[in-house]
């Protein structure tokens, strides 16, 4: 099916304004013509559905190097397609950590064979996430893999000469400086949100002022250097207000929110449900709300999943002992619509904007985030109205931890298209197209 | 009856009046010449214990073994399967394939016994969980209080010392506070949690603003890697503005009493001459520590009231 027609969806294009029911022809691998009437030797009818540009997750843990008995760059090529991904950012939080040109080469040919999603490596900001040297910041940009985004996620910056020099060094490359905001001594040992639920359950919290402190200095440094700041996976009120207040201030950042953070509250823990421990950890409700107006009135400017598998016996422990961080590729868009969409906070352009187009740009990913002439066709066809269940035995990703298992949602992906190629349908992972 | 106790927040005014009293039969039990029960007989109890601890182990095991049950202590440290990799959840079920009624829990991680009680048949008994609870060792202070004053309403407790990570504090505050008493916390606010309110008990910075008022001293146990961390200058410092000494102890009311939930640091939260004075009822909560967890397997694992009685 190299040449085709989508037929008569809904085509919302943030990029452009396009919102209208329309054709969309896609010739070799590229959107040829967008319009009323198209024809092609194979249709595909999007009669209901949304189409739009692939989604582009800026915050994907693949495991690959190091973990493959979690994910590989494949399984997760695989969720994220499923998801309708068209591209992923793979952090560098690997074994060994992408803090050189080798393993960010590695890491962007390993997607290249899966085929199924555009894999942008994110490379390290220091050697081995220490904090302390800088990785080969120069290198990995100027690599095949072509960095545009680098951090220590996981991790933040703990001294602010180092974060200072590295903000300084990466304008030459225009690179962005993205940020796992988290004061460690603050956080140190820290299980859950502090609060009064972490008083009451017993587990050593992690202050909102952790994240907040190192929010304000890293905004304070972007002012004094120049360079592009990207804060990953904002949880606080306090850190929306210091994005937004930075905005005005013509400061330049660009923040990301996670599906979990805009669902869930620190009242999951009640439990001690180990897939419920994620870092930065479920806020409270006042947090949560502060996430979708900052979704809503732009101070956020993506949603991106922090996916991050893990194996079974390493949550089946102890909650203290079990490691944090939850999947996120294959709910993304549910619980988008669901938590954001239904009840009105967003409209389906602005999720789209949230969850493709803006990530794209923060990326610098030409080939994504748009509908467009001559553009390649990654494109994402969803029903907006479809109810399903989260059913985690059914995940494409090779891990398991979801804490949404058994959640209804409302909006379903239901064909995925990567440069042309199909490669899922009728919300089904193509037989034979992985690579 | 529950069938776990993870928390004091399961348990009514009415349960806990009823493990009282039923712990008070008990109690009569334990003084005769033959002090042993044959309730539990064919019952199997596991103490699992991933803590190191004295007097809540051999306390469970001998209230286990005062009721005919077989008792099998199981505890995590170089000689057991634990040391070998093994997991909570795998030794868990080992134990459970093993065919026990219920398991004693004691762990360093807050909720393992709710997690446990997730994984197993059997029930589950809270022995002290991290810094969250320790429901057995509230009973048994609430029974020791209870003997003394008969009546809890509108008894006002002082708990002194680290709240925030002290597990005894928070099973305590919650027992308390359902009997009607009046608690105040007391110490420093890197010790005191701001939240509470919300847990029903009120807050003072100081000591002597409410040690002439209280009808209960309830001293906790100064963990010594507190210090280390900051929350407090010194233990001088610490003995100085809260510990309770004789000169402290003697702004007392007549009938009001000194407790401690073990082990003691002698000359930092209490003073040596405070805890072997008439007030103290340190050693009584041992010793009512027996009778509070026979009764408590006793009801848990389907003992009836009838043979108490008899």
Same mark, same amino acid.
């Given at each position: 099916m190299s040449d085709f027609v989508i037929r008569g969806g809904r085509v919302i294009d943030p990029a452009s304004g396009r919102d209208e029911i329309a054709d969309v022809k896609v010739e070799d691998g590229v959107v040829t013509a967008i319009g009323n009437g198209l024809d092609a030797s194979e249709v595909v009818d999007a009669t209901n559905m949304v189409v739009a540009p692939g989604f582009v997750d800026m $915050?994907?843990?693949?495991?690959e190097p190091g973990r493959e008995d979690e994910e590989t760059v494949a399984t997760a090529s695989a969720g994220a397609a499923a998801g309708g991904f068209t591209a992923v950012c793979a952090m560098p939080n690997t074994d060994p950590v992408a803090d050189s040109a080798s393993v960010v080469e590695q890491v962007w040919s390993l997607g290249r064979e899966a085929g199924l999603v555009e894999v942008t490596p994110a490379g390290a900001l220091s050697k081995s996430l220490e904090g302390r040297k800088m990785a080969d910041l120069g290198e990995m940009a100027r690599s095949l893999a072509k960095v545009r985004l680098f951090t220590d996620d996981g991790h933040g910056v703990q001294d602010s000469l180092f974060a200072r020099r590295v903000m300084e060094y990466l304008v030459t490359f225009d690179a962005v400086y993205a940020e796992h905001c988290e004061d460690a001594a603050l956080a140190a040992?820290?299980?859950? $949100?502090?609060g009064s639920r972490s008083m009451a359950l017993g587990l050593r919290g992690i202050p909102a002022a952790a994240e907040e402190l190192m929010a304000a200095r890293d905004v304070a440094l972007a002012k004094l250097t120049g360079c592009r700041l990207h804060l990953l996976h904002v949880s606080t009120r306090g850190t929306v207000e210091i994005v937004r207040r930075a905005k005005e201030d013509g400061v330049r950042v660009t923040a990301e929110a996670t599906p979990h953070h805009f669902t869930l509250t620190d009242e999951a823990l009640e439990g001690y449900d180990p897939l419920m421990k994620v870092n930065p950890p479920l806020r409270e409700d006042d947090d949560r709300r502060a996430i979708v107006e900052g979704l809503a009135d732009g101070t956020i400017d993506a949603i991106a999943t922090d996916h991050a598998p893990h194996a079974r016996e390493e949550k089946d422990q102890e909650f203290a002992y079990a490691p944090p961080g939850m999947l996120g590729l294959e709910t993304a868009l549910g619980l988008t619509i669901t938590q954001l969409v239904e009840p009105g906070h967003l409209s389906l352009s602005r999720a789209i904007e949230l969850l493709s187009t803006t990530p794209a740009r923060i990326l610098q990913m030409d080939g994504q985030g748009a509908i467009a002439?001559?553009?390649?066709?990654?494109l994402v066809l969803f029903d907006p109205k479809a109810r399903w269940t989260v059913e985690p035995e059914r995940f494409q990703s090779f891990s398991r931890n979801t804490p949404f298992g058994g959640r209804e949602l409302t909006g379903k992906v239901v064909h995925t298209f990567f440069r042309g190629r199909q490669t899922v349908r009728d919300g089904a992972l193509l037989e034979g197209v992985r690579a | 009856m529950i069938k776990h106790l993870l928390s004091m927040d399961q348990l009514s005014a009415d349960d806990i009046t009823r493990i009282l009293d039923t712990a008070e039969s008990l109690r009569q039990v334990t003084d005769r010449p033959i002090k042993k029960l044959p309730t539990l007989r064919g019952r199997t109890v596991c103490n699992l214990f991933y803590e190191a601890s004295t007097r809540t182990r051999i306390s469970f095991e001998l209230a286990a073994k005062r009721l005919s049950a077989d008792v099998i202590n199981f505890s995590a440290d170089s000689k057991s399967s634990v040391a070998k990799g093994e997991s909570f959840k795998d030794t868990a079920w080992t134990i459970e394939a093993m065919g026990v009624d219920a398991i004693v829990v004691r762990h360093g991680s807050s909720g393992a016994p709710h997690q446990l009680s997730r994984w197993v048949k059997a029930s589950v008994l809270n022995a002290g969980d991290g810094a969250h609870e320790h429901p057995t060792q509230a009973l048994l202070d609430l029974y020791s209080i209870r003997e003394r004053f008969k009546d809890l309403d509108g008894l006002k407790v002082a708990i002194v010392g680290d709240i925030i990570h002290s597990r005894v504090a928070r099973s305590n505050v919650k027992g308390l506070v359902t009997m009607g008493a009046d608690v105040v916390l007391v110490g420093p606010p890197t010790l005191v949690p701001p939240e509470h309110a919300a847990w029903g008990a009120s807050v003072c910075y100081d000591l002597d603003q409410v040690i002439a008022d209280v009808d209960v001293c309830y001293l906790l146990r100064v963990q010594q890697e507190r210090q280390s961390e900051q929350l407090f200058p010194s233990n001088r410092e610490y003995a100085a503005l809260w510990g309770l000494d004789s000169r402290r102890m003697a702004k007392m009311k007549p009938e009001a009493l000194v407790m401690h939930p073990g082990p003691m640091n002698r000359g930092v939260e209490i003073a040596a001459d405070v805890s072997e004075s008439p007030r103290s009822i340190i050693l009584d909560q041992v010793s009512n520590g027996l009778a509070v967890r026979m009764s408590l397997l006793y009801l848990m694992l389907g003992g009836q009231d009838e043979e108490v009685a008899a």
């Open positions: $915050h994907t843990h693949l495991r040992g820290g299980q859950m $949100h502090e002439e001559g553009r390649p066709a990654n | -």
